[in-house]
């Protein structure tokens, strides 16, 4: 690949358009089918490496990374070339590859050769040349063979193609012209579309348009009931045209969140916005049981042919919420998941999961910045990106996996996965020798051998890829995908991380516990980063643990709830593990009592299921009359849904669930439908093998091992579970805690400040 940033965009004054080669040739010049059949590719060190390599090669007097440049009309069109010999007025496109050259699919020559075509008429116009050879070189990163195709070309030929593309590219850069002029124009007058402001709303709004326009990340700890979606995602918009942000991504930790996200943007459509929704691919694939190419998906056959029209009519569309997104994708006969994927790049507004930013493969993240985006970032609940962070850079591969694909793999490739077997057989042996009684294992280091064992099958295997890429994906293929991902792992493993060993199952887990190492990049990639949520609190829990840097801004709003809406009362019992048992009457008393003395809709919080189903039996046996529902631990949709429908306004009973859970947050039961919420346990996780270890590191990290471990996510939940009771300015309820250790102050300070009183 060329060192030419993708970069697409308006300048200042709106009058021209700033296109890069590679940008423009992917608009113009891509044709023929979607083929995501997956073939091994270079990792981006080894492009590096590769590119480094074959200039090296070259004779003195060759120039390397050649900025062009050139326009056409009030297009301007820049780029980098890799190479060129004006000796032999040779110019050349460097791509990296593994495995068999046959395997590069046609399209992607195609797209390859428009490139480097490119590139040759901006170097015979800036040279003033009338002919040149071009050469595609194409360099195997396994053997560091170059594979060149050259080609003589007249200046006047390739000014022709250029000019091709150019046409076709600038109809659409005039609509873009307009459309981000309009919607400039349209924001700069935007007025708040909630009016009146609720309380702390208007100061919030205030502190993310300055942090925007700062371009400085930002903490907003805010309450439940002041509208956090609208008053974030107002000043963002309004900070676009005067920052020159290119787009504002919202990102969410669930699909809740979204909705409520795009339900605040469908109040501002009248800004002339286009709004995109990203959803998860098997939320949104039309044909599950079909692979993703032209010869077995009919919506991927001819998709880029027929891309063109549903690009235009997706532009006019401008709201592009999931269903929207598939009509328009089906009335052109195009896949809908990537056609959204494809409108990611002229949309102002991304909705989607965190994953679509912070994740190792990160759409979002990879488009910024490869176009060299301006974006605002919006993080929705933020007190679930350090856990979120954590599982997408973490890994498990187990000797059971690997047993279960043996049969499975093609007999080319069974040799490594028996290797890979017998090295388990050997980390497990040695785990039994040294430590016979402890079936799990902090280790300082992945096994040496059974790394190298894990690599060459990862080798074995894209090899084989490569060589059969037309093949259908055998069943053994995500196993595949799940070694690859380690390996990328093992290769960053550090101290943000734990090696853990578990036998006689002989598994190995990668867990992540410090995602700072990981996302900072991504955070340093955004113009401007503000983090919301109700539970932000301590600042440096989330600052260390997510890399957030110095210049990071810190906002607590004001609740704007009076302390008589809510009662917090105290009930003195141990609910340590050991004490369960003794104290399960006192506890399930204490809510019988409350229902008694005031009847309504309660949600009744455990920090586990066996704690759960043991005080629902209990109620349920010493206090029948009470009317009980209760989260199971495997729950779909549908029994999620029916589980809130029975807080109804006019019912009455006590709902149970898991503390930290699906209804521990991001639940809105308003009013009566919800009066009363009760906690037990401070919500802490398990004193287990795991949690000491990250405790240990985190304590040698930050001096703050059972804080940053226990005591923080633990009250973090508390707080949340405790935020379903009160959602608007006119609600009431109580909030019972049913531990001892409530009393202590260490614990009380993690609770809602205006809480206090009432203790």
Not at 116 to 126: D, R
Not at 605 to 621: G, N
């Amino acid at each position: 690949m060329s060192g030419e940033a993708g970069v697409a965009n308006v300048d200042s004054a709106g009058q021209t358009y700033a296109v890069s080669v590679r940008v423009l040739c992917e608009f113009a010049a891509k044709e023929g089918d979607l083929d995501l059949r997956f073939t091994p590719s270079p990792s981006a060190q080894q492009g590096r490496e590769g590119h480094q390599l074959v200039a090296s090669r070259r004779p003195p007097g060759h120039e390397a990374e050649v900025k062009l440049g050139g326009s056409y009309q009030n297009l301007l069109i820049n780029g980098r070339a890799d190479g060129y010999d004006a000796a032999h007025n040779v110019l050349e496109e460097v791509k990296t590859f593994r495995g068999a050259l046959a395997a590069i699919a046609p399209n992607h020559t195609v797209l390859h050769w428009a490139q480097l075509k490119v590139y040759g008429w901006l170097t015979c116009q800036g040279r003033a040349l009338e002919h040149i050879t071009l050469s595609l070189v194409y360099f195997d990163v396994l053997d560091q063979s170059e594979h060149p195709f050259s080609e003589d070309f007249a200046a006047a030929d390739l000014q022709l193609f250029f000019d091709s593309l150019c046409a076709r590219f600038l109809a659409w850069a005039q609509s873009e012209m307009l459309h981000r002029q309009l919607r400039d124009d349209a924001l700069q007058v935007l007025e708040f579309p909630q009016l009146p402001f609720r309380a702390g709303q208007r100061d919030m709004a205030a502190s993310v348009y300055r942090a925007c326009l700062q371009s400085r990340p930002l903490l907003v700890q805010a309450p439940t009931g002041i509208g956090k979606t609208m008053a974030t995602i107002y000043p963002a918009l309004r900070a676009m045209p005067e920052r020159g942000v290119d787009k504002v991504i919202f990102l969410t930790a669930k699909t809740p969140g979204r909705q409520v996200a795009l339900e605040a943007l469908h109040k501002v459509r009248d800004a002339n916005l286009r709004v995109l929704e990203l959803v998860a691919r098997d939320k949104s694939c039309e044909h599950p049981d079909k692979a993703c190419h032209g010869q077995s998906c009919p919506l991927a056959q001819g998709f880029y042919d027929r891309l063109p029209a549903a690009r235009r009519a997706a532009a006019q569309q401008g709201w592009l919420d999931q269903r929207a997104l598939r009509n328009v994708a089906l009335a052109h006969g195009v896949c809908p998941y990537y056609l959204g994927h494809e409108m990611v790049r002229w949309v102002d507004v991304v909705v989607g999961d965190y994953n679509y930013y912070f994740d190792r493969s990160a759409t979002l993240y990879a488009l910024t910045s490869s176009n060299q985006w301006r974006i605002a970032v919006l993080v929705d609940e933020a007190h679930n990106l350090y856990s979120r962070a954590c599982s997408m850079y973490s890994a498990t591969l187990s000797e059971a996996d690997t047993l279960t694909v043996h049969s499975q793999m093609p007999p080319v490739l069974r040799p490594r996965v028996a290797e890979l077997l017998n090295h388990w057989q050997l980390v497990t042996m040695a785990a039994q020798r040294e430590k016979p009684d402890t079936p799990w294992r902090l280790l300082d280091e992945l096994p040496p051998d059974w790394l190298r064992g894990l690599q060459r099958f990862n080798s074995a295997v894209g090899e084989y890829l490569s060589e059969h890429a037309t093949d259908a994906p055998g069943a053994w293929l995500p196993f595949y995908f799940q070694t690859l991902a380690f390996s990328n792992l093992a290769e960053e493993f550090g101290e943000h991380s734990l090696c853990e060993l578990l036998y006689p199952e002989a598994a190995i887990t990668l867990r992540n516990i410090v995602p700072a190492h990981f996302i900072a990049p991504r955070i340093a990639a955004a113009d401007s980063l503000v983090l919301f949520s109700a539970t932000l609190n301590p600042t440096d829990y989330y600052t260390n643990l997510l890399g957030l840097p110095d210049t990071t801004q810190r906002v607590d709003v004001a609740s704007p709830f009076a302390p008589d809406q809510l009662a917090v009362v105290i009930k003195p019992m141990s609910t340590r593990r050991d004490d369960r048992l003794a104290t399960l009457d006192e506890l399930v008393d204490a809510i019988a009592e409350q229902f008694a003395r005031q009847s309504g809709n309660y949600l009744a919080f455990f920090s586990s299921f066996d704690y759960l189903e043991l005080a629902l039996q209990r109620l349920q046996t010493r206090h029948p009359a009470v009317p009980v529902w209760s989260q199971q631990r495997q729950m779909g949709e549908a029994s999620r849904h029916a589980f809130l429908q029975q807080f109804d306004v006019a019912g009455q009973g006590v709902g149970f669930a898991v503390l930290g859970g699906v209804f521990g947050e991001g639940v809105d039961l308003p009013g009566k439908r919800l009066i009363g919420a009760f906690i037990a346990t401070l919500g802490l996780p398990q004193f287990d093998e795991v949690n000491q270890a990250i405790c240990q590191r985190m304590q040698s990290r930050f001096g703050r091992g059972y804080d940053y471990t226990y005591l923080f996510p633990g009250l973090q939940k508390v707080v949340q579970a405790a935020g379903r009771v009160i959602r608007t300015q006119n609600d009431t309820g109580i909030v019972v805690l049913l531990d001892e250790r409530y009393r202590e102050y260490r614990y009380r300070q993690l609770l809602p400040g205006w809480w206090k009183h009432a203790l």
